[in-house]
C-alpha cells in the first residue's frame, strides 16, 4: 500500500499515460517531437477533466487530471508514485489507448508502479479487442491481472465515473467490461480535448478527434468493427463545433479527424455543413484530414463538401489491386473499376491522397507485388502510398481465426506493429516477405515516380509546398530511421534505462556510441533527401509546360480503352471483377457502352475540371496560398 505523506488537504491524483512501444534493440521509441496528439488520451482526459470540474468526489477530495503521451514524454514512474503519496496516497495510473504492440511497454510501466502500491488501469484496442473476440483472456492480459493491474474494455464514455469512485476507495476491480453496450456519443458533455501544452510537443498545428465510431464494412483484417461496431454513432455538429471552438481558442486550427471512414459517418453531411458555415461565415480557417473507403466518391457531393469544409489531405484504405485478395479479405467493397475515378476526383478539388496498401495477402509474393506497384505507379494518379504488413491484429476476424484453429502467431506483442511478420504465409517464407515490405518503399518511391507525383499534383493544383513535406515524410521513414511513417517523429530520444523488461542494461561506451553515431547518420540522410526531393520540385516549378502534363493515371477513365489498362487485365481474378462490374453498371443503366461509369464531375470537366462554385475557388486559392510549415499528416 502507498505510503500516506500528510498534507494540507488530500488530492485524488489521475495520471493518464499513453504509452509507446519498444524498437528492435528494446528502447522506448520516443522523439523530441511526436507525429500527432492521440485521440485516446484526448477522450479519456477530457472525460476526466469533466469529472473534476463535476468534483465527483465530493469537494473534500479534488481531482488532479495530468496527461502524458511517451511518444515524447518520459515516464518516470518514481515521480508518479511521489506525487501519489505526495497528495495524501489516493490516485490512479489509467494506461490509455493501448494497441497490441504497445501492451507489453504498458505491462512494464505498470510494473514499478504496482510494486510501490500504485493502482493501475490498461484500456484501449488490445484488451478490448481480445475481451471482443477470444472466449477467454490472453496469457499477457492475465499476467498484467496477475500484478494487479485491472483492466479496461470497451469505451470509457459511460464507465470512467465508477473507476475513479472505486479508485477513491482503493477498490479497483480487476476487469471492467463495457464492450456489450456502445455509448451514445453525439452531445456528451467533455468532448477530446487536449491543452496546448500537450500538443506543442506533437508535430504541426495538430490535434484530433472523432467525429464518429464504427464502420459497416466487414474487411477480416479490421479491428475497428468488432471493437467498436459497424452501426454509426456519431457526434451531433454541435458537438463538433464545440471541439473546434475549444481548439481555436487556444490556437489549433488543424485537425485529424480519426473515424476509419468518415464517409459512412451517417452525419458526414450535416458535419461538413456546420464547418462550411464556420469557415465561410464565421472566418474560422480550420483544416482537416480525414479517412474515407474507395467508394466516397460515389456519395452526392462527398467529395466537393469536404474541400469546402477545408480538408486538405484524406487517407484511402486502397489495401491491394488484386480482387482475388480483396474477396479473400471480404474487401468486397474496393472495386478496382472505381480506384482512378475516385483518385481523379480528389485531384480535381486538388486534395492530396495517401492510400493504405497491405502486403502479404494470400495471393502475394515478392514478384506480384512488384509488378502490382509498377501497375499503380502506371494508372493511379496516387500522391503517397504507404504499406502495412498484413497483421492478425487482436480484435480481427483473421486472429480469432488462427487463434482458434491453433496456427502459430508470434507471442511477443510488441512486434504486432503492422511493420513486422507475425505469422505463416502460404507462398512467402518469412524472411520474403519482410523484405517484401522493406522493398515496398522503395519500389514506389523512386526518383522518376517523385518526379511523377510531383508534376501530376502541380497539373492538378495541389500545393507543392504542402505536398514536398509529406512525400518526404513518407518515403523517407523506412530508409532513415526504420519505422513506419506514422511512427516517426522529429529527433529520436533514447535512455539507456528504458530498455525491455527483461533485457540487459547496455555498457554506456556500446550504448552512447552508437546513439551518436546513428544521429550523426539519419541527419545525413534527412538533409541529402530533403535537398534532393527539392531539386525534383524546383526542376517541376521551372517547365514552362508543367501545367499542361498529361499521363495514363491522369486520364479518366472514359477517354480510353479499359482493355488496355493493366489494372483491369493483368490476371484472371482482375477481368472477372471488371466483367463484373460492366454487367452491374448495364444492368443498373449506369453503363456508358459498357464502359465503366465516370462520375459526373469527370464527365463535364475533365480531371482538372473547373466545375467548382465561385466560393470554392476562393477556398482553393487561398488554401494554395499557405506557406506555414506543413505537418505530415494534415
Ligand atoms: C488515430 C489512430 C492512430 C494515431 C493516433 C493514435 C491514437 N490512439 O490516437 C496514430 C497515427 C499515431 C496511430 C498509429 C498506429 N496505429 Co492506430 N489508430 C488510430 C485510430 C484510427 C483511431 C484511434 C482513436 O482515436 N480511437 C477512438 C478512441 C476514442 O477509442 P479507443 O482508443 O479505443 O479509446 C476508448 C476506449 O478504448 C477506452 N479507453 C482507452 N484507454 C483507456 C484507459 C482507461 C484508463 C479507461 C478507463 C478507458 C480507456 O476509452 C476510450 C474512449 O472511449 C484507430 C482505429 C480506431 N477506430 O480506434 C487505429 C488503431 C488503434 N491503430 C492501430 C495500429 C495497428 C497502429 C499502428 C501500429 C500502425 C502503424 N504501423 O503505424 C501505429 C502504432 C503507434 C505506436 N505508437 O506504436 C490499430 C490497433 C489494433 C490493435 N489490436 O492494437 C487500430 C485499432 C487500427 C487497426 N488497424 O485496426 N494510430
Ligand atoms: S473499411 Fe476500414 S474500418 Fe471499415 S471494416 Fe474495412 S478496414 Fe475496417
Known amino acids: 500500500m502507498l505510503k500516506r505523506t500528510p498534507t494540507t488537504k488530500a488530492r485524488f491524483q489521475l495520471i493518464l499515460i499513453k504509452p509507446s512501444h519498444y524498437d528492435n534493440d528494446g528502447y522506448v521509441v520516443q522523439w523530441i517531437r511526436s507525429t500527432m496528439p492521440s485521440n485516446s488520451l484526448a477522450a479519456v482526459y477530457s472525460l476526466a477533466k469533466g469529472a473534476a470540474e463535476r468534483e465527483l468526489l465530493g469537494p473534500d477530495l479534488p481531482i488532479d487530471v495530468m496527461a502524458m503521451d511517451e511518444t515524447n514524454t518520459r515516464v518516470k514512474t518514481k515521480e508518479i508514485a511521489r506525487r501519489i503519496a505526495e497528495n495524501g496516497g489516493r490516485g490512479l495510473v489509467g494506461i490509455v489507448g493501448v494497441q497490441s504492440n504497445e501492451f507489453p511497454r504498458a505491462v512494464d510501466i505498470a510494473r514499478p508502479l504496482r510494486e510501490a502500491g500504485v493502482q493501475v488501469l490498461i484500456g484501449g484496442f488490445h484488451v478490448s479487442g481480445c475481451l471482443a473476440m477470444l472466449k477467454e483472456l490472453p496469457g499477457d492480459i492475465k499476467e498484467a491481472q496477475g500484478l494487479g493491474v485491472s483492466i479496461y474494455a470497451g469505451e470509457a464514455e459511460e464507465g470512467l465515473d465508477e473507476v475513479i469512485l472505486d479508485a477513491a476507495r482503493g477498490e479497483l476491480r480487476p476487469l471492467y467490461d463495457h464492450m456489450k453496450h456502445l455509448p451514445d456519443i453525439g452531445n456528451i458533455a467533455s468532448p477530446p480535448f487536449l491543452p496546448n501544452d500537450f500538443i506543442e510537443r506533437t508535430i504541426g498545428n495538430v490535434t484530433s478527434f472523432d467525429a464518429g465510431r464504427g464502420c459497416p464494412f466487414q474487411c477480416s483484417f479490421c479491428t475497428i468493427i468488432n471493437v467498436q461496431g459497424r452501426k ?322 491522369l486520364t479518366p477513365v472514359i477517354d480510353e480503352d479499359a482493355e488496355h489498362m493493366e489494372l483491369y487485365t493483368q490476371n484472371e481474378a482482375a477481368r472477372t471483377a471488371v466483367e463484373r462490374e460492366r454487367r452491374v453498371a448495364a444492368k443498373t443503366g449506369n453503363g456508358n457502352g459498357g464502359k465503366v461509369p465516370v462520375p459526373a464531375g469527370l464527365r463535364t470537366n475533365g480531371h482538372q475540371g473547373n466545375g467548382h462554385d465561385a466560393g470554392l475557388q476562393d477556398a482553393e486559392l487561398h488554401i494554395n496560398e499557405q506557406n506555414e510549415p506543413a505537418s505530415p499528416l494534415v
Not at 241 to 262: A, C, P, S
Not at 503 to 525: H, M, N, T
Open 232 to 553: 454509426s454513432r456519431y457526434r451531433t455538429p454541435d458537438s463538433v463545433e464545440q471541439i473546434l471552438r475549444m481548439n481555436w481558442d487556444q490556437g489549433i486550427n488543424r485537425f485529424f479527424i480519426t473515424d476509419d471512414n468518415f464517409a459512412r459517418n451517417k452525419d458526414w453531411e450535416a458535419i461538413f455543413d456546420r464547418i462550411i458555415k464556420l469557415r465561410e461565415e464565421d472566418g474560422m480557417d480550420v483544416r482537416f484530414c480525414i479517412q474515407v473507403d474507395t467508394l466516397c466518391h460515389k456519395i452526392p457531393g462527398f467529395i466537393d463538401k469536404s474541400k469546402r469544409a477545408g480538408v486538405t489531405r484524406v487517407f484511402i484504405g486502397l489495401e491491394n489491386i488484386n480482387p482475388a485478395n480483396l474477396i479473400a479479405a471480404k474487401k468486397r467493397q474496393n472495386k478496382i473499376t472505381e480506384y482512378r475515378k475516385m483518385l481523379l476526383e480528389w485531384k480535381r478539388v486538388g486534395i492530396i491522397t495517401y492510400a493504405g496498401y497491405i502486403l502479404g495477402f494470400e495471393n502475394d509474393t515478392p514478384e506480384s507485388i512488384r509488378h502490382d506497384l509498377e501497375i499503380i505507379k502506371k494508372e493511379l494518379p496516387l500522391d503517397m502510398l504507404e504499406f502495412f504488413i498484413l497483421t492478425p491484429l487482436p480484435g480481427s476476424e483473421d486472429h480469432k481465426v488462427l487463434h482458434e484453429k491453433g496456427v502459430w502467431m508470434d507471442p511477443d506483442m510488441n512486434k504486432y506493429d503492422v511493420e513486422h511478420v507475425v505469422t505463416g504465409h502460404p507462398k512467402m517464407t518469412e524472411a520474403e516477405w519482410t523484405e517484401a515490405y522493406r522493398t515496398a518503399w522503395g519500389i514506389y518511391y523512386t526518383d522518376e515516380h517523385f518526379e511523377t507525383i510531383i508534376r501530376r499534383a502541380y497539373a492538378s493544383g495541389i500545393n507543392l509546398r504542402s505536398l514536398m513535406p509529406v512525400l518526404f515524410w513518407f518515403s523517407s521513414a523506412v530508409p532513415v530511421e526504420g519505422v513506419h511513417p506514422l511512427q516517426w517523429g522529429i529527433f529520436r530520444i533514447k535512455y539507456r534505462h528504458d530498455r525491455r523488461a527483461g533485457l540487459p542494461l547496455e555498457s554506456p561506451f556500446v550504448f552512447y556510441g552508437r546513439y551518436a553515431a546513428d544521429i550523426a547518420r539519419k541527419l545525413v540522410l534527412v538533409a541529402k533527401r530533403w535537398r534532393h526531393l527539392k531539386r525534383i520540385v524546383r526542376k517541376v516549378e521551372a517547365d514552362p509546360h508543367a501545367k499542361l502534363y498529361k499521363d495514363e493515371a
